[in-house]
């Protein structure tokens, strides 16, 4: 007995020492490997908080666990910001390697699931510094509930990029909702799997009818914006350059690509505060910078073009931690400012219809362009 108790007194010091003490070890019966993809950081739109991130479930039981609910908690708040359950929760969780959403969210042993978790909260003077989840789950008849421990919240980046295009209209296709939109392709390189476009924005030029083709729609070099001049959005050095992908000339002539030529011609910046700016799919032969130079804010470095992986031309564009497209974690950004003229509800009426304008255009300063939002560029 003095024996076990010498033991658990040792063990408690040498914990101690370790710096692992301050909480007792509890075993309990909770099956699902839990963690959050990247850390969390929100960019700002409309003035509010618009938080990106995902939370990861790894089946570690002999049993399929079926997910009831995600509550995400700010700060020590004791409402949740967010809830998540039903048809919400089933959208928002993907099982890897899967075709569709599993049915009622279970995932069977071994799997790993993917939540995506897109909400909205406070208003951007009341950054959080810490987010916390709850996960209620079936196991059998039993509900149980993970409760996580909260995760640092990522500092803002300072930096404010101007635009990667001219004048406009441009919208700024994306969503989070999309299944196979950048938001959601998780791409596994060099042993993690990261998603690099978590921010991503596909830019596509319109005009005041919602057209995208000045002629015929099929033929790549009538397509608005093809050719249009790209900037750099500050102050870089070039890190990574492509330009030897050939181009159709016609959008029906598009095929699928490799991972690693996913991205077609690009050019990736190295900003000064050590992130990615990477820009796909631009025109051959139109790229003007090399690895190695220095490019000021505002310097055309290539056109927008059609290679790579691409429904028609438009030029991708996401911040990361890494040059290579498709080996970054997808990191926040904010633009310096454009003139928000409408946004696009359903974006399948790009093309044929005008946008839904707004009654007034608005300036929006240093903010990440909303879903769909049509902007014109003014720097
Ligand atoms: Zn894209």
Known sequence: MIGAICRLALATIVLAALGAAAQPLTVTAEGFDARIGAQPGPVIVDGRLQWLYELHLSNFVGRTLTVREV????????????????????????????????????????????????????????????????????????????SLPPVPVAVPATLR???????????????????????????????????????????VKTDAQGKTSRGDADRVADTLGYGDEVLAVDEAVVALVRDDMP????????????????????VSLRLSDGRYAVYEHLKPGSIRVRAGDHVRRGQVIAALGFTGDSTGPHLHFHVADAAEPAAGEGLPFALSGWRELGRYGDIGALGRTPWPAQRATRLRRNEWPGWNVVVEFDE
Do not use: C, M
């Open 247 to 266: 181009e159709p000339e016609l959008v029906s002539a598009r095929r699928k690509h490799a991972l690693t030529d996913a991205a077609g011609n690009f």
């Open 161 to 203: 990029l101007g635009p990667p295009l001219r004048g406009g209209p441009w919208v700024a296709v994306h969503s989070p909702d999309w299944p196979r939109g950048h938001r959601r392709v998780v791409i596994a390189t060099g042993g993690r799997a990261r998603i690099p476009g978590r921010f991503a924005i596909d830019w």
């Open 71 to 146: 509550r995400v908690y700010v700060d020590q708040k004791r409402q949740p910001a967010w809830t998540l359950r039903g048809d919400e929760l089933q959208r928002r969780l993907v099982t890897i390697g899967a075709d569709e959403t599993v049915a009622l969210a279970g995932i069977a042993p071994g799997r790993r699931a993917v939540i995506y978790l897109d909400f909205l909260s406070g208003d951007a003077a009341a950054l959080s510094r810490t987010l916390r989840h709850e996960v209620d789950y079936l196991d059998g008849d039993e509900t149980r509930t993970l």
